[in-house]
């Protein structure tokens, strides 16, 4: 979440970027970022009794932003790591993933990376 020592590989220094510079310890910044988005998400519902953006909207709007599909990306789950391809997101905004073997995954939570293993 800071700058690497030494910058961003070549490969990555026109698409990365740290949410902090400099050296200071930011031990709870994942809380920070975590609530950040908690705090954007709620002010997409209103006053907390009703949503003023209608769901699908929220849906459109998070599939046209989503980054990922197409890409070639890394599954990681604990220790393993499985390549695949990011095929799309689903009407439940999991992204369907199909690994090497063929066979194809709906995602709705966990981790994914888009560097190469």
């Not at 220094?13 to 954007?40: H, I, K, Q, T, W």
């Not at 220790?79 to 709906?106: C, H, I, Q």
């Amino acid at each position: 979440m800071l700058d690497p020592e030494g910058g961003f590989p070549s490969e990555l220094e026109s698409v990365a970027g740290a949410l902090c510079s400099g050296s200071a310890p930011y031990d709870d910044l994942p809380d920070r970022v975590a609530a950040a988005f908690l705090n954007a998400l709620a002010r997409l519902y209103g006053a907390g009794t009703h949503i003023s953006v209608p769901l699908e909207t929220i849906k459109h709007e998070y599939t046209r932003r989503c980054t990922t599909p197409g890409k070639r990306i890394t599954v990681i789950h604990g220790s393993d790591r499985r390549p695949a391809d990011a095929l799309r997101l689903d009407d439940n905004l999991r992204l369907v993933v199909r690994y090497e073997d063929g066979t194809e995954d709906a995602l709705s939570s966990g981790e994914v990376s888009v560097r190469p293993l």
